[in-house]
């Protein structure tokens, strides 16, 4: 069999990223593609930690539990151990937020960078003793000028991040990021251990066919979401009613919503009464993203990249996807204000 000839042409992460930077002109210190080269490498650390986690019993408890009162797994203690010090290390960062720390990290003068970064370490860590894919995801600020870094630089409206993304550790890894224009996924070829460019210019297809909400909680759930959830359940004759999918791992259903279209949804409900997922490194890095595909991301009543939050571990409620399917919850919202 005739091979394909090799292609010396692969686009990574880093040149893609310093590339776009350039022809945007605003690469004027290459610090924001140091830092995402910062992120970049834990990604490939945390994504073979976390296929190794099995082999090397990893998998268990830590003997704490973080901020929401979870029991942490050791993964969990890593994978967010490993982004702090690769973080602090890159010296462009000033605020460091994680969801498995109580309090804000602010990086000593000696190392210190312009940037904030916001980030769950490792998200769905639930799932990983039945080998679910797992992710992690990631918010950038800016430090406002005249600033030395603190909590206020990171609660800011999610629509002023400068960049944001996922990593999803699955069959392979894939790092979802968008630096504002436009969204953009790269693929870790094990072999040359470095994120090639494989969805270019991803967009949400403008509907969908499937939603994602975890059923579960209907009893809780608050009349819109019923009453949305019951009309791509019982559409009207002739229409084909939606498939549900609901991996209960926010990344790998919000990869699946980006790339095939549809709707995710986690929202307030009467138990949860503020959500359950975090604005800051949950919420609006996702919310980022569907955006930039062209999408939205709201609470149901309000744009979730409009949110100021008030405090480091906020919570949201979150409907995001396909604009025809958010628009289409949007107006059960309406309809019973
Ligand atoms: P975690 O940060 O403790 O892992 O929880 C967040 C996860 C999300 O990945 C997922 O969307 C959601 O929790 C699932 O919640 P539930 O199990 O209530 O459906
Ligand atoms: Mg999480």
């Known amino acids: 069999l005739e091979q394909p000839p090799l292609s010396t042409e692969i686009l990574t992460l880093t040149r893609h990223v310093l590339s776009e930077q350039i022809r945007l002109g605003a690469a004027a210190t290459g610090d924001l593609t140091l830092l995402i080269n910062a992120i970049e490498f834990t990604?490939?650390?945390?994504?073979?930690?976390?296929?190794?986690?099995?082999?090397?019993?990893?998998?268990?408890?830590?003997?704490?539990?973080?901020?929401?009162?979870?029991?942490?797994?050791?993964?969990?203690?890593?994978s967010n151990d490993i982004m702090v010090n690769s973080l602090r290390a890159s010296r462009k960062t000033a605020v460091l937020i994680s969801?498995?720390?109580?309090?804000?990290i602010i990086i000593e003068d000696e190392y210190k960078g312009k940037y904030c970064v916001v980030f769950d370490p490792l998200d769905g860590s639930s799932n990983i003793d039945a080998g679910v894919n797992v992710g992690t995801i990631f918010g950038i600020y800016q430090i406002r000028p005249g600033s030395q870094g603190t909590i206020a630089d990171v609660l800011r409206p999610?629509?002023?991040?400068?960049?944001?993304?996922?990593?999803m550790y699955g069959?392979?890894?894939?790092?979802?990021?968008?630096?504002?224009?436009?969204?953009?996924?790269?693929t870790l070829d094990p072999s040359l251990g470095e994120f090639v460019l494989t969805h270019p210019d991803i967009k949400i297809p403008p509907r969908g066919k499937?939603?994602?909400f975890n059923e579960g909680n209907s009893l809780h759930f608050h009349p819109p979401t019923v009453n949305y959830l019951n009309s791509?359940?019982?559409?009207?004759?002739?229409?084909?009613?939606?498939?549900?999918?609901?991996?209960?791992?926010?990344?790998?259903?919000?990869?699946?919503?980006?790339?095939?279209?549809?709707?995710?949804?986690?929202p307030v409900d009467?138990?949860?009464?503020?959500?359950k997922l975090r604005l800051l490194y949950e919420a609006f890095p996702m919310a980022f993203l569907t955006e930039q595909a062209g999408g939205i991301a709201t609470t149901g009543t309000k744009r979730i990249l409009d949110i100021v939050p008030?405090?480091?571990?906020?919570?949201?409620?979150v409907y995001l996807g396909s604009k025809d399917d958010v628009l289409d919850v949007i107006k059960f919202y309406e309809a019973e204000a």
């Open 43 to 78: 990604s490939k650390f945390i994504a073979s930690n976390v296929r190794k986690a099995r082999l090397i019993n990893l998998v268990g408890l830590a003997g704490d539990t973080n901020v929401q009162g979870e029991e942490q797994k050791k993964l969990d203690v890593l």
């Open 99 to 104: 969801e498995e720390l109580e309090e804000a």
């Open 232 to 266: 791509i359940k019982f559409p009207p004759s002739g229409k084909s009613p939606y498939s549900a999918r609901y991996i209960g791992s926010m990344v790998a259903d919000v990869h699946r919503t980006l790339l095939y279209g549809g709707i995710f949804g986690y």
């Open 210 to 212: 499937i939603y994602s």
């Open 158 to 167: 999610g629509s002023e991040m400068v960049a944001a993304g996922y990593t």
């Open 270 to 275: 009467k138990k949860s009464k503020s959500g």
């Open 171 to 186: 069959s392979s890894a894939n790092l979802v990021l968008s630096t504002g224009h436009g969204v953009n996924g790269y």
């Open 310 to 317: 008030k405090t480091i571990h906020e919570r949201s409620g």
